[in-house]
Nanobody, 125 residues
Framework: EVQLVESGGGLVQAGGSLRLSCAASGFTFRGYAIGWFRQAPGKEREGVSCISSSDGTTDYADSVKGRFTISRDNAKNTVYLQMNSLKPEDTAVYYC??????????????????WGRGTQVTVSS
């Protein structure tokens, strides 16, 4: 059974940092791209970042470029999202997800079939 479990969320002041973790199990982790998404109240889920399985290619939404860094540790079956210089508009539930088939990076919600339950990130002003 594919499982993805997020952790590391919390309450932080604007300008602060958090590191989210996504622990995966139930599949060959190194063979799949992993994405981070977020959903704020009343808004659609959006792709924040992704990392491919093969060469570690990454992609970021313009709103987080230069502030967020995605990485993966295939030995630990874990993907991380380091979030620096956080802003109140980063407040959302953050989800990690596994691509359905392909190993390449994508920030399209429709490209992912397996999702974690999410972790809340709240940035106060």
């Amino acid at each position: 059974e594919v499982q993805l479990v997020e952790s590391g969320g919390g309450l932080v002041q604007a300008g602060g940092s958090l590191r989210l973790s996504c622990a995966a199990s139930g599949f060959t982790f190194r063979g799949y791209a992993i994405g981070w998404f977020r959903q704020a109240p009343g808004k659609e889920r959006e792709g924040v970042s992704c990392i491919s399985s093969s060469d570690g290619t990454t992609d970021y939404a313009d709103s987080v470029k230069g502030r967020f860094t995605i990485s993966r540790d295939n030995a630990k079956n874990t993907v991380y999202l380091q979030m620096n210089s956080l802003k109140p508009e980063d407040t959302a539930v953050y989800y990690c997800a596994r691509r359905s088939v392909w190993s390449s990076c994508s920030r399209d919600v429709q490209a992912y079939s397996y999702w974690g339950r999410g972790t809340q990130v709240t940035v106060s002003s």
